[in-house]
């Protein structure tokens, strides 16, 4: 059977819209002057934030990277030069390419994490330093092929793109929602309902499963583990998935919650846009004087800060450390590149607030989206809201493709 939705244990919902999202049409249950107010209040504030927001240079761009044709703008014209000539091998400003050689001698030895992202942001621009983390990636044997293998799915005809595998019914799909998936999920794509048509088409076995909406890392974690146990007589092979908030609760999940006796049936992660190491939003948002404008969402909303710090970067990144998922599980990342001149409207307003920390896709910086021990594959034209993009129903069927491809290479029973 297709499309079930599982509940493991029982929460509240009806919190109508995530931190960033609270200037939604429908007003916010229970009447009262109070109320009122604080929904002026809030509603201003995140429109100061809107539309006070940096903008960025255009340069404009055309070439190919990552075997895909590129054309928008980026905010240096480094990163113009880097893309139109560099990236295709052609050298003709000898102080610039020598600068850019030295990027790549001094990081040679290790992938860059963020914190070298950040460095060479400063040193050139964040969209430079998003372009060299694609170039890093597509230098990588494997992650090269995962991308090419994805490219091919894309590239064959509609019709065949959309045959079921052979292999659909050896598997189940369980669909971690992201934040406020009951709410603003229609929007956001984060309540996967489009996703599950495609799989039920493909004749995948996939289930929805009803993480507390607003909850914390943990509260999920529990819920996502109690799927997986279940999971564990059906006989069926498991691929997780989750976007955005459920990362984390995911990545403790496989990491540190369940046993790894327990995760045997467990093959594959597929890693949308997750918030892996937290979003500095949060921990932003927790500074004066735009901690006003949470405090007002807490009392609005009835939610717990507790819950959102576990979500914060400062709190994130101490956790990813104890972490260790088993090596038998595949890890697929999708990682959208965002480039300034291709950020969404639901990314737009956000991204400027972290862009210090370097290139993001307007909720976390690029680097902290990659597990560890991962693949990673690179959408060209998108950003954390992958549902924005045109073409996501070919792409989410791409994926789910190119899963099980490495899935059955890895054990092909």
């Given amino acids: 059977m297709t499309g079930h939705s599982f509940k493991f244990e029982s929460f509240t919902s009806g919190q109508p819209s995530p931190l960033l999202k609270i200037a939604k049409k429908e007003s916010p249950p229970g009447p009262g002057t109070t109320r009122s107010w604080l929904r002026i209040y809030v509603f201003s504030v995140v429109l100061l934030l809107q539309y006070g927001c940096a903008s960025y240079a255009k340069y404009p761009v055309d070439a190919a990277l990552l075997n895909e044709p590129i054309k928008t703008t980026v905010d240096s014209a480094e990163a113009q030069y880097y893309l139109n000539h560099y990236l295709q091998g052609e050298r003709f400003d000898v102080e610039l390419d020598q600068r850019i050689d030295e990027v790549y001698r001094h990081y040679s030895s290790s992938f860059p994490q963020r914190d070298n992202l950040e460095q060479i942001s400063r040193q050139f621009s964040n969209d430079f330093a998003a372009l060299y983390l694609a170039d890093r990636l597509w230098q990588d044997q494997q992650n090269r092929e995962v991308q090419i293998l994805f490219q091919h799915y894309l590239s064959i005809p509609e019709q065949e793109l959309y045959e079921p595998p052979s292999s659909a019914g050896d598997y189940v799909i369980l669909l971690v929602p992201g934040w406020n998936y009951t709410n603003t999920g229609h929007v956001t794509g984060s309540d996967f309902a489009a996703p599950r048509r495609l799989l039920d088409r493909l004749g995948v076995e996939n289930h929805l499963l009803l993480v507390p909406p607003n ?199």
């Fill in 215 to 413: 909850g914390s890392v943990l509260q999920s974690a529990k819920v996502i583990a109690n799927a997986i146990l279940e999971q564990g007589d059906t006989g069926k092979r498991v691929i997780v998935v989750g976007a955005s908030a459920a990362g984390p609760a995911i990545h403790y999940t496989l990491g540190k919650l369940l046993e790894h006796h327990q995760l045997e049936h467990v093959v594959a992660w597929v890693n949308l846009g997750g918030i892996l190491q937290g979003s500095p939003l949060i921990d932003y948002f927790q500074r004066w004087p735009q901690k006003m404008l949470l405090n007002a969402t807490l009392v609005l909303y009835g939610w717990n800060n507790d819950e959102i710090m576990s979500m914060s970067a400062e709190q994130s990144r101490e956790r990813v450390k104890s972490l260790n998922p088993p090596s038998h599980i595949v890890i697929i990342n999708y990682l959208g590149l965002s480039l300034t001149g291709s950020l969404s409207s639901l990314s737009r307003n956000k991204y400027p607030l972290i862009a210090e920390q370097g290139p993001n896709d307007g909720l976390t910086p690029l680097a902290d989206i990659i597990a560890p021990n991962s693949l990673t594959l690179v959408a060209t034209g998108s950003d954390h809201y992958f549902a924005e993009d045109p073409d996501i129903s070919l792409k989410t069927i791409a994926i789910v493709k190119t899963v099980l491809n490495l899935v059955q290479r890895r054990d092909p029973r």
